[in-house]
């Protein structure tokens, strides 16, 4: 029915396809956790830091970034998050050094935010609903709260940090690389393609839209 030889009908399908398409990639437009350090070369008082990624705008106020330990599945930490999400899609919350301050230049919130090392998990809710949650180290017999399999516990000094941060396959260790040069406030993205079956759609959606205005 794309070749009914109206273009208006062929462009409004291809505008409800693509959604359909970004519906299945898994693109979030929720906010998600898209880079954590939790272990700091030196202290970690006021070197921590968490970033979010979401839709410019969003407003974080009264969402939840909780600490699971590893050990016991218990919540030993719960910060109360407030603040818009900027043009840029960041928000970057430093660790709190103690005075209200934070060494993490150009943080968007300062918190305490002091997470243990693995195998613990970092869970972001609003109210009950879990939004994205990172379990990073060895839960042989630990406690899990993150998505799939767990992200590697890494040195002191990396961070974890994911690959893609519009890509979420709600499976850590597939999600999150290892970072030996933390980059809080910026978004690296990885050489992760997007998947095949959505590009070859993406390129046929262009490919409809020129035949589109041959036809005009």
């Known amino acids: 029915m794309f070749f009914s030889g109206k273009s208006g009908l062929r462009m409004t399908q291809c505008a409800s396809a693509c959604v359909a398409v970004l519906s299945m990639s898994s693109v979030q437009a929720q906010t998600v956790i898209s880079e954590v350090l939790y272990d700091a070369s030196m202290t970690d008082n006021g070197n921590a830091f968490v970033e979010l990624f979401g839709t410019p705008g969003s407003v974080l106020d009264g969402l939840l970034l909780e600490g699971v330990n590893g050990a016991d599945g218990s919540v030993y930490r719960s910060v109360v998050l407030a603040g818009t999400i ?12 103690g005075d209200g301050s934070t060494l993490v230049s150009n943080a968007d919130l300062v918190r305490e935010i002091d997470f243990q090392n693995g195998p613990d998990s970092v869970v972001l809710r609003n109210e009950e609903t879990v939004l994205d949650a990172l379990g990073y180290g060895d839960f042989t017999g630990q406690h899990f709260a993150g998505e799939g399999d767990a992200a590697p516990d890494v040195p002191a000094g990396s961070s974890l940090a994911r690959h893609h941060p519009m890509l979420d396959s709600n499976n850590n260790a597939q999600d999150f690389m290892v970072l030996d040069i933390p980059t809080p406030g910026a978004v690296p993205v990885s050489a992760v393609p997007v998947p095949p079956a959505i590009a070859l759609f993406l390129s046929g959606i262009i490919g409809l839209a ?5 036809q005009d």
Do not use: P
């Open 210 to 214: 020129g035949v589109a205005r041959k």
């Open 86 to 97: 900027s043009a840029s899609g960041v928000f970057l919350i430093g660790d709190d050094s």
